[in-house]
Structures are given as C-alpha cells and as structure tokens.
C-alpha cells in the first residue's frame, strides 16, 4: 500500500466557524491572566487550537443527522443497542458500558480492580490512566520498548518491552499484577504505534500468567493503520480486519470515544468477562447512571455508533496520517526537532533539545508552548515534566519526565494544510528566538493532574544567562 502521495482531504466542507487572531499585545495579556497556563485560555481567543485531538473533531453528516434519531429513553433505549452492536462488532466482545469519556471508564474499572498497592503495566500510561491508577491505591508501571528511546525513525516506537514485562511478572508474581494495559497508539511517547506481533506476545504473556489484558483503545484504527501500512503480512488486509485481530487478542477494552469515536464526547468499557461486567454496571448506577446510557445522552451513542465505524475507512485514516507528517515536515523544516516518524494524531516537538539551556525543571516544554501562543495565537500542549513529573507519590522524591515534549494535536477533520502552514510560519518564528527564552516556575498546583490548573510565572532571563554560562 506504498503512496506517499499527499491526499487532499476526503471531505467537502458544509459548516465553517469563524476563527480570529488577537493582536500581539492582546495575547500578551491573556497570558498574564492565565498564568502562563494554556488551558486558561479562552477558546475564543486562540486562532488555532492544537491542545488536543480529543473531542474537538468536526462530526460528518451522517453523525449529525444520527443526532435526531437519538433515543432518550432512561433504560434500553434503541441508540443503547444500536450502539452496543457496533462496538460487538468492532471490538469482539459481549458486554459493553458507555461511559460519558476515558476517564470514566478509567475510574470504572480500576476501582473496581485495583486492590491497594497492586500494578497496572503499560506500555506507557496516559497522564488520566496513571492518576486514575493512582487514585484507586494502585502503582502505575510503564514498560515501554527500547527503541522508544531511539532518535532513529522506527516503525513501532510504541511498543511494550516484552523482556522486562516477564521480568516483573517474575519478580512479583501475579497476584499482585491487576492488569496488563496497551495503549493503542502510545499518546505520551509521541503517539507512536504498536505492532500485531508485539500484542500477540504480550497476550500470550497474560495469558499464560492468568492476567487481565486490555487496550487504551482511544486511537485503534490509527493503530490499525499503521499495522497496514509497516508490518509485514498485513497491506492487503482491511482496517476492520486488523482490529478484529487485535482486539480477539484481549480480555478488554477502554475507550475514549473523544478521539477515534469521531465524536465530541463519550467512552466505553468493552469486556467478556460477565462477573467483572456486573461488578462494573452496579458501580456505574451509583455514580454515572444507568449502564445503557452511562453518563450519555441516547443521540451521543448514535453519533459513537456512526463515527466507530466512519473511522475505520481506509481514505480518511490515509489522509489523516499523511497530514500529520506534514505538519511534521513543515515544523523540522522550520528548525525545530520533532519525534520521528509521526505518529497517527500529533506531532511532538523535543523542546529539551531545541532548548537546551532551560533546564527540565523549569520547563522547556512550556516555555515553547507560551511562545507558540505569543507569537501566532497557536495553542499546544506541553508533554513533559509539567505533565508527567512532580512529587512522587511512592518516594516522595521529585521525578521529572523521560523526554521533554510539545504536542501539536491535530483535530480530526478541523483544520486545513494552510492552518499548518501558519503553525510552522509561527514556529520559524520561535526557533529564531530561541536563545532568549526562558523556564517557568510553578506558583500553585493540585496534588494530581497538576498541569490542568496549576499558575505559573516566567523566570528571569538572567537565570538563562548564568544556566549558559556553566
Ligand atoms: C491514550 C489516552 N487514554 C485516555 C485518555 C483520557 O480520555 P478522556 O480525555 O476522554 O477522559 C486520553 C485522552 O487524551 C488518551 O489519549
């Protein structure tokens, strides 16, 4: 299936929504009011919004006109079952929960699981799959491959380490392991994918240990895609096939539904296992609702049923993944290093390495992510030890990210190549400015989750200066 042709988008556009920039000084101001903290901001004052991919995508015609035949009846309702067809089908297992997001689902299932002080492994957690592990009284494990490491453009980067998760099983034993968790594909080292072959050993370690297996399913038919694309044995099979594949090779699923559900809102829990199922659906009547709309509105599970399927087309997965490396030439191009290859949603920027002077620390991530803002009205996400580092929860000590990153998501069907090339214009701005920004400290933050809400403020540029000179 080699075209590396880049596709024009497979969609007319009906509906548009108007954008506008704020000027320089404006910016500057919204800034300070937010305390240099991105998801302060207004939407309203962005120009264009990479924050996130999740439940920002634009809903084709078919969802929209799906929206009316929403059924809202409080138990049974027909968009319940419809619903619950679909994800059988998709995802190959009897019992389905919607949940109103991933999170939810996360919540759901861990405190229903994770006793105290047992592990959830993972390929790599997401930020809400640690916490929400965490949260519950267990311990997060993150277990990714080698070559995750590697600055060397390899196909599935996203991989588990295979070799240590036996090593853990072995050291811990399994009772103390309440599930094995793969991200599909792996959000927090760059979005990368995991390979068919890598999931069947790590299902065939579970199994053969008796340990729960489940998918972070939020990005699967991206996944799916690149399985098409790079492993062998697999280009002239479909996307649909794929994912049949990869999800009879698990126990379970989590979903959030925001991303590769196509849709503004919703998850899911899929699972064969009856007695967990009930467990989770009598949790879920205390604190969600019903389990045939859990948290949802009837016309939200015709829009999931439509979109689930909508995503697993061949045309829209191959445009996507090619505008996501474009904009990932556009911005290595513009001088700044990226994760290499993309991956299926973002393009994620090494802000440790274009700015090597701010100290991980003081947040070279979010000091790029402020200048996106300043500089073009563009907001992004910082992906490093604001996100993922802090006060350790075990030791107590102050642990700080592997890798020091700036995602630039891309919402599904939002933006066109002229909004990306604005986003590199904006990024060739910055490179040529770099050696006068500087880190940030953290003023306030929450205990968890902490780059949600924390207030933060510049740090001198002299402390730059005296940081070079050493
Ligand atoms: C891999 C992964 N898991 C879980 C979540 C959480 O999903 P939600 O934002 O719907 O709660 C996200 C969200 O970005 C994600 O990327």
Redesign the pocket.
């Known amino acids: 299936m080699k075209n590396d042709r880049q596709p024009a988008e497979p969609f007319r556009i009906k509906s548009i929504e108007p954008i506008s920039l704020l000027n320089r000084e404006e910016r500057e101001k919204k800034l300070i009011e937010a305390n240099y903290n991105i998801f302060k901001l207004d939407a309203a004052d962005v120009y264009i919004d990479l924050l996130?991919?999740?439940?920002t995508g634009a809903m084709s015609a078919q969802q929209w006109s799906a929206l009316m035949r929403g059924d809202e009846s409080y138990a049974g309702a027909s968009s319940f079952r419809k619903f619950e067809k679909t994800v059988q089908e998709i995802f190959r297992k009897r019992y389905v929960v919607p949940c109103h997001?991933?999170?939810?689902?996360?919540h759901m299932m861990f405190s229903t699981v994770v006793k105290k002080g047992s592990y959830i492994i993972n390929n790599t957690h997401?930020?809400?799959?640690r916490a929400n592990t965490i949260h519950a009284g267990g311990i997060p494990v993150d277990l990714p491959c080698p070559e995750s490491d590697s600055s060397e453009p390899l196909p599935f980067k996203g991989n588990m380490d295979v070799v240590r998760l036996e090593q853990f099983v072995h050291k811990h034993g399994i009772e103390k392991i309440a599930m094995v968790m793969m991200?599909v594909?792996?959000?927090?080292i760059g979005g990368q994918p995991v390979s068919m072959s890598n999931i069947h050993e790590v299902y065939q370690i579970c199994k053969r240990n008796s340990i729960p297996f489940f998918y972070?399913s939020?990005?699967f038919a991206e996944n799916c895609y690149f399985i098409k694309r790079d492993e062998p044995g697999y280009g002239d099979k479909s996307i649909r096939e794929i994912a049949a594949e990869m999800f009879d090779a698990c126990d379970g699923v989590?979903m959030?539904?925001?991303?590769d559900g196509l849709a503004n809102i919703g998850?899911l829990i899929a699972l064969s296992n009856e007695e967990l199922y009930r467990r989770i659906a009598d949790l879920m009547i205390i604190v969600e609702g019903f389990p045939t709309y859990g948290g949802l509105a009837g016309r939200d599970l015709e829009v999931l049923a439509t979109g689930l399927e909508e995503v697993m087309n061949f045309d829209y997965l191959d445009f996507r993944v090619k505008q996501v490396a474009y904009l990932g030439r556009q911005i290595k191009q513009a001088g700044m290093p990226i994760v290499e290859p993309t991956g299926g949603h973002a393009v994620f920027v090494d802000a440790g390495l274009l700015l090597p002077h701010i100290p991980p620390d003081q947040f070279p991530g979010l000091a790029l992510t402020v200048e996106f803002y300043r500089e073009g009205g563009v907001r992004v996400v910082e992906m490093g030890s604001l996100m993922f580092g802090g006060i350790d929860p075990f030791t107590g000590e102050k642990s700080l990210a592997r890798h020091e990153l700036l995602r630039l998501a891309l919402p599904r069907r939002v933006y066109t190549n002229s909004h990306y090339d604005y986003v590199a214009e904006s990024a060739k701005r910055i490179v040529a400015n770099k050696n006068s920004l500087a880190g940030y400290k953290i003023v306030r933050q929450p205990p968890l989750l902490r780059h949600f809400t924390c207030d933060l403020a510049p740090l001198k540029p002299e402390k730059v200066k005296e940081k070079q000179k050493q």
Not at 185 to 188: A, G, K, L, P
């Open positions: 996130t991919d999740s439940g997001q991933g999170r939810s689902a996360e997401f930020d809400t799959t991200t594909t792996n959000n927090s972070d939020a990005r989590l959030s539904a925001k991303k998850g």
